[in-house]
C-alpha cells in the first residue's frame, strides 16, 4: 500500500481541474460550433492618456443560440473577464448593451443573440511606456440553446502605440449606441405592497410618453423574472407593479432597473429607492406555479432527519459500482495488516478521516460556487472532461503498479521513500479521497433527498450533512479495523498476497473503462481516442522509467521516447475534449431530448411526461437505465398510457436541468419525476428503480385508447 501513495495524492488534484479550460490556443479569435468570439480594439486616435480607447468581445451567435446579460435571469451565467494588462494600462467594467426577454418554458432569462460586442474601456496612464500594448484576456460565456454549454477562451492582441486603430468602428459604435442611458430628469420611486413592489416613474422624455414600456431587473435575486410587469399611465407618470420572487436572495434597498421601449435602440437606467419591509421569504406567494413545482422534502424534515438519511446514504454508497475499485485498495491493505490490530485501527481511523474531510471540501466547493452563482450539483466535477481524463490516467497507473509494470522505488528519490515509510497512515488517508473522488457520480437511496435538503440550508448544517455522509461511507471499514474477529478470520501474510496485488489490478482497468466511455459520450469518439492513445503513452512512460529489468542506458532513451509521446498525444488530446460531440441520431427512438419547452407543449396537449434526469458519468443511472427504462414490457407500458419520455442529460454542465433539479428538490442524478396534466407537485421515483415501481406508477395513469 505505500507504494500507492504517489499515485493516491494525484487524487487530491482532481478538484482542481474542474474549471473549465479554455476553447482555444491564445489567439484574437476563439471558434466553436456555436459562437464565433473576436478579442478587438478601438483607438481612433492611437493610444495614449486621454484618448478615447476601448476593448471588447465580438460574438457572433450561431443561430438560435444567446448568451447572458449581467442579470442572466432565471438560470444562466453573465459572461465574465479576466484581464492581463501591463503596468500603466488598465481596462474597466463590461458595457453591458440593452438585452432582450428569453423565456425558456416556465422561465424568463435576460441576454443576446446575432451579433454582439461586450466593450470595456481603456486607459492608459501618463507614465506608460512602451511602443506596443501587449494584452491577454480570459473569458467565459455560457451559450445555450436547448442545452447551454460552458465556453472559454484566452485572447491575446498586440497593438501598436501611435496608430489609429478603427477596424471595428461600427461594431463600437453600435455597441455603444445600445447602452442603457441614464434616465436624465426622471424621478424614480418603489414601494412594498403586499407580495409585490411597486415602480413610479415621472418625468419620463417626451418620445416615452404614452408608449408600452417594459422593465427588466438589473439587480438579480429578487424579483419573479417570468411574471411580467402590470404597468400602466396615468397622466405623465407611469407605473408598473413586479412580482417578488417567493425564493428570492437579495432584499435590495434600491432597485437598478433597465426601461425598454419598442423602436428604441436603447433603454433608460431607472435606480428606485425601495420604501417598506420586503416580506419574509416563507410568506412569499408566486402569482402563476411553473412547470415543475418543488417536490422537496416534507416541512416537517428535520435535520436529525436528513443525517440519518445521509449516514445510511453512505453506507449504501459501498454497494454502488463506483466504488468497488477502492474498495479492492482497502481490502488490500486490510490484508496486509490483518494481523497488526494497532495498525489496522490507525488505518481504519485515517480512511475515515480522509472520507468525510473529502466529503466536506468538496460540499464547500460546491456550496461556495453556488454562492457565486454557478448552476451546478453533485458530481459537477466530472462534468468536466479534464476531470474525467485525470481520473483515467490515476486509475490507469494504479492498475499499472498493482499489477507489477512499474515500481516507484525506481523512479522516486529515496527521501520520498523514508518519508512513506515515516508516515504509512497518510496512504489509508488518501485512500479515503480517491474513494470519495470516484464515489461522487453515484447516488444511492436516501441520499437524493438529503443532498436537496442540504444544498438549501445554511453552509453549517450543510457541510454537517455531508460529513453525516461520509461517516456513513466509511463506517463498515472502520468497525471492521476495530473488529479483532475478522482479523483473526483472515490469512496470514504471504505468497498469496502477491498474487492478490495483481488481480486487484483488474478492477482498476475497468473503472478506466468506464472513464473513457464517460469521456466519449462528452468529447465523442475522437476524445475517447485521445484519451486512449494518451493512456498507452502513459503506460509505456511507467514502464520506461519504473521497470527493474531496465539499465540506465536504455531507461534513459526509452524515457526521452515517451515523453515525447507523451507530449504528442497530449497535443492532440487537449483540442479533441474541449469539443463537444456531435448530435447524433440516437437508436432509443422512445426518447426525446428533455426542454422545458418540450416539457410543457406535452402537458399543454393533456399528456403526462416522464424525465430521467441523467449523466453518462452515473453508474447508477446507467444501471437503473439498462435493467429498468430500457426494457421492453416497461417501455410498451410507457406507450400504453400516452407517457412523452424526456432524457435531462446532465453529463456536461447544463444550468436550466440544474434549475430544474432543485425544484425538485435535488442537486444531483439520477432523479425520475413524472409530471401530470393540470398541474400539481411531479411525482419523484426513487433512485434505484425497478420496472415494478415504475409500472405501479404507471398503473395511476389512464390507458389511452391505440390509433385507428
Request: hydrophobic share 55%; with cysteine; charged share 15%.
Amino acid at each position: 500500500m505505500l507504494l500507492l501513495r504517489p499515485l493516491l495524492s494525484l487524487a487530491c488534484l482532481v478538484v482542481a481541474l474542474a474549471a473549465p479550460p479554455a476553447s482555444a490556443a491564445p489567439g484574437a479569435v476563439v471558434t466553436t460550433p456555436q459562437v464565433r468570439a473576436e478579442l478587438v480594439a478601438h483607438a481612433p486616435e492611437g493610444l495614449g492618456p486621454g484618448r478615447p480607447m476601448a476593448l471588447g468581445l465580438l460574438l457572433r451567435h450561431q443561430p438560435g443560440w444567446h448568451s447572458y446579460w449581467k442579470n442572466p435571469g432565471d438560470s444562466g451565467l453573465p459572461t465574465s473577464f479576466t484581464w492581463t494588462l501591463p503596468e500603466g494600462a488598465a481596462a474597466g467594467g463590461i458595457r453591458w448593451p440593452t438585452p432582450q426577454r428569453l423565456p425558456v418554458g416556465p422561465l424568463m432569462n435576460f441576454g443576446y443573440d446575432g451579433t454582439l460586442l461586450l466593450a470595456v474601456p481603456l486607459t492608459i496612464a501618463d507614465g506608460f511606456k512602451g511602443d506596443r500594448l501587449d494584452l491577454t484576456l480570459h473569458a467565459e460565456w455560457l451559450v445555450c440553446k436547448e442545452v447551454c454549454i460552458p465556453e472559454s477562451g484566452e485572447f491575446t492582441l498586440s497593438l501598436p502605440r501611435e496608430q489609429a486603430i478603427a477596424t471595428h468602428a461600427a461594431e463600437f459604435a453600435a455597441a455603444e449606441a445600445a447602452r442603457p442611458v441614464p434616465a436624465a430628469g426622471t424621478t424614480a420611486s418603489a414601494r412594498i405592497e403586499g407580495q409585490a413592489v411597486v415602480v413610479e416613474l415621472q418625468g419620463l422624455p417626451s418620445d416615452w410618453q404614452g408608449a408600452a414600456l417594459d422593465v427588466l431587473p438589473a439587480t438579480a435575486g429578487a424579483l419573479r423574472h417570468a411574471a411580467l410587469p402590470q404597468a400602466s399611465w396615468s397622466g405623465a407618470s407611469w407605473t408598473a407593479r413586479l412580482e417578488i420572487d417567493p425564493q428570492r436572495t437579495e432584499s435590495p434597498q434600491a432597485l437598478e432597473l433597465v426601461l425598454v421601449r419598442e423602436g428604441a435602440p436603447a433603454g433608460l437606467e431607472i435606480t428606485a429607492a425601495v420604501a417598506g419591509a420586503w416580506p419574509p421569504v416563507a410568506d412569499a406567494v408566486a402569482g402563476t406555479e411553473p412547470l415543475a413545482t418543488p417536490a422537496a422534502p416534507p416541512a416537517d424534515t428535520s435535520l436529525a432527519l436528513a443525517l440519518a438519511l445521509a449516514f445510511g446514504g453512505g453506507l449504501l454508497l459501498n454497494l454502488m459500482p463506483c466504488v468497488f475499485p477502492v474498495l479492492s485498495l482497502k481490502v488490500l491493505g486490510f490484508a496486509a495488516h490483518a494481523h497488526d490490530r494497532g495498525k489496522l485501527l490507525a488505518g481504519g481511523l485515517a480512511y475515515t478521516a480522509g472520507v468525510v474531510a473529502s466529503f466536506v471540501a468538496l460540499a464547500g466547493l460546491l456550496l461556495a460556487l453556488r454562492a457565486g452563482g454557478e448552476q451546478l450539483g453533485w458530481g459537477f466535477q466530472l462534468q468536466q472532461p479534464g476531470v474525467v481524463a485525470a481520473l483515467a490516467v490515476l486509475f490507469t497507473l494504479i492498475g499499472l503498479n498493482l499489477a507489477g509494470v512499474f515500481e516507484f522505488g525506481s523512479v522516486l528519490p529515496s527521501s520520498w521513500a523514508a518519508a512513506r515509510a515515516r508516515h504509512p497512515l497518510v496512504d489509508s488517508l488518501l485512500t479515503g479521497v480517491l474513494a470519495v473522488a470516484v464515489a461522487s457520480p453515484c447516488t444511492a437511496p436516501f441520499m437524493g433527498a438529503s443532498l436537496g435538503v442540504a444544498v438549501t440550508l445554511p453552509a453549517a448544517q450543510a457541510l454537517t450533512i455531508f460529513a453525516a455522509l461520509g461517516l456513513g461511507m466509511a463506517a463498515p471499514y472502520l468497525l471492521a479495523s476495530a473488529w479483532p474477529r475478522l482479523a483473526g478470520a483472515l490469512p496470514r501474510p504471504g505468497v498469496w498476497m502477491a498474487h492478490f496485488k495483481v488481480v486487484m489490478a483488474f478492477p482498476m482497468f475497468a473503472t478506466v473503462v468506464w472513464l473513457v466511455w464517460v469521456l466519449g459520450q462528452q468529447a465523442g469518439i475522437d476524445g475517447a481516442a485521445a484519451l486512449l492513445a494518451l493512456l498507452v503513452a502513459l503506460a509505456f512512460a511507467a514502464w520506461a522509467f519504473g521497470s527493474h529489468a531496465l539499465g540506465a542506458r536504455a531507461r534513459t532513451g526509452f524515457g526521452l521516447l515517451s515523453l515525447a509521446l507523451l507530449g504528442a498525444t497530449l497535443a492532440w488530446a487537449l483540442p479533441a475534449w474541449r469539443e463537444a460531440p456531435s448530435a447524433a441520431a440516437t437508436a432509443e427512438t422512445d426518447w426525446q431530448p428533455w426542454s422545458a419547452d418540450r416539457a410543457a407543449q406535452a402537458l399543454a396537449e393533456g399528456k403526462p411526461v416522464f424525465v430521467d434526469f441523467t449523466a453518462a458519468w452515473c453508474v447508477t443511472c446507467q444501471v437503473n437505465k439498462r435493467t429498468t427504462l430500457s426494457r421492453d414490457e416497461v417501455l410498451a407500458e410507457f406507450r400504453a398510457r400516452g407517457v412523452v419520455l424526456l432524457r435531462a442529460d446532465w453529463t456536461r454542465r447544463d444550468a436550466a436541468i440544474t434549475a430544474e433539479l432543485a425544484r425538485l428538490g435535488r442537486s444531483g442524478v439520477p432523479v425520475y419525476a413524472l409530471y401530470a396534466p393540470g398541474g400539481g407537485a411531479p411525482r419523484v421515483l426513487s433512485e434505484i428503480l425497478s420496472p415494478a415501481e415504475v409500472r405501479g406508477m404507471l398503473a395511476e395513469l389512464p390507458a389511452v385508447a391505440p390509433p385507428a
